[in-house]
């Protein structure tokens, strides 16, 4: 009968083991902030073309070809849906369009750095022009792809020219307004962003000039240029104001040090500075795309003849993804294979995404494009 008990409670406590033990082995996964890349798949697109931008959402692909100045809508199967092409000059012409973007709710826009804005119809014909009420400069600068997004009714945006204040315009970092709050349908604008103090581009010391870039997750907003390795965070509620700067904490990201002039020039020349991509928000975390650079040392070490050399850069110049939890803090770094080239959009952290290839890289001509699909996946 002893022994009858003890056994009992011997295999019930085991059980509890085992029980406890599988448990807390999920509970470790769940809580895990450390990711690996998988390539799940590769899909092609009948179409061939120099994509410089694009977005993803909701089962549609938009993307741009710069050469034909075509805009292109496939699905998520790489079946191609509509494709519209723009005349560069003359009447109804839209050309050097550097944003493409399909809000919430599935409307498409395209856009440049001069203005104006355009959302498009489902057969991407233009459905209305949205104007800003000032002119960028000609010469606008340069101007990430990523710097339009929808916000409650209004569209926030990276736009020059208030105040005929360009991006050339000494100390524009350190003295004027990053972005716009437009409202659409009155036509009205009002300047939002200020450069923090804890970013070196609000000292007025001269650096390369960098591209500026924000993502936009509920009410908070995520700034980023892309030669700096820190995310900036604002709150939308309270008119743009700071809240805190997120240092990226990269194991390596080459910047360049200060310009002694605004005619000395270090990257591509003497270096490669490291480089944020893109910015992926989701809920109370972010992705992170970005490249280390190339030191000057190395650099320097190499004899580069461009264009024919870009490849060779490639090889030298690690991509990473780098996740951001508010409660667990950065991940693991994730290196990204050589042959992907640019990811446009990731529509969560748990869910697939796609990048395009790099043919150039991979050495393979093709008559249509190829993209991965790709999955950040916890260890």
């Known amino acids: 009968m002893r022994y009858r008990h003890f056994l009992t409670t011997f295999l019930a406590c085991s059980f509890l083991a085992c029980s406890s033990s599988e448990k807390s082995k999920e509970e470790s996964s769940e809580t895990s902030n450390e990711w ?7 899909i092609q697109v009948d179409f061939l073309g120099n994509i410089s931008t694009g977005d993803f959402r909701d089962g549609i692909g938009l993307l741009y070809d710069y050469k034909a100045n075509a805009i292109v809508k496939i699905d998520y199967e790489g079946q191609v849906l509509t494709t519209k092409t ?3 000059d003359g009447p109804n012409s839209i050309s050097f369009i550097s944003t493409v973007k399909i809000d919430p709710d599935g409307n498409l826009f395209i856009g440049n750095h001069s203005g ?4 498009l119809n489902e057969d991407l014909s233009v459905k209305r022009e949205i104007e800003m009420p000032f002119r960028a400069p000609t010469h606008g600068g340069l101007m990430d792809a990523k710097s339009f997004e929808i916000w409650q009714d209004k569209i926030i945006l990276y736009y020059t020219g208030r105040d005929e204040v360009g991006p050339f315009t000494e100390n524009y970092l350190r003295d004027f307004y990053l972005l716009e709050k437009l409202n659409p349908t009155t036509g009205e604008s009002n300047p939002i962003i200020r450069t923090p103090k804890t970013s070196k581009f609000s000292t007025g010391q001269l650096y390369e000039r960098p591209s500026i870039s924000f993502t936009i997750s509920e009410n908070g907003l995520l700034l980023y240029f892309d030669n700096e390795p820190k995310i900036h965070r604002f709150n939308l509620l309270d008119s743009g104001s700071f809240i805190e700067t997120i240092d990226l904490n990269p194991t390596k990201f080459i910047e360049a040090p200060e310009l002694k002039d605004k005619y000395e020039n270090y990257n591509y020349e003497k270096l490669v500075e490291g480089n944020i991509f893109g910015v992926f928000a989701n809920e109370n975390q972010f992705v992170v795309h970005f490249s280390e650079g190339i030191s000057e040392d190395i650099f ?4 580069f003849n461009f264009p024919e050399d870009f490849t060779k850069l490639i090889d030298l110049n ?10 667990k803090g950065w991940s693991n770094e994730i ?13 969560g952290l ?8 790099n043919d150039e890289y991979i050495g393979e001509e093709q008559d249509y494009l190829t993209f991965y699909k790709l999955k950040l996946v916890q260890k």
């Open 350 to 357: 748990n869910q697939p995404f796609f990048a395009l290839r």
């Open 318 to 327: 690690q991509s990473y993804l780098k996740v951001y939890n508010s409660e």
């Open 86 to 88: 723009f005349p560069k």
């Open 300 to 303: 320097s070490a190499n004899e």
């Open 335 to 347: 290196p990204i294979p050589k042959k992907v080239y640019q990811i446009f959009a990731m529509e």
């Open 36 to 42: 690996d890349l998988q390539v799940l798949d590769s």
């Open 116 to 119: 104006p804005y355009y959302e």
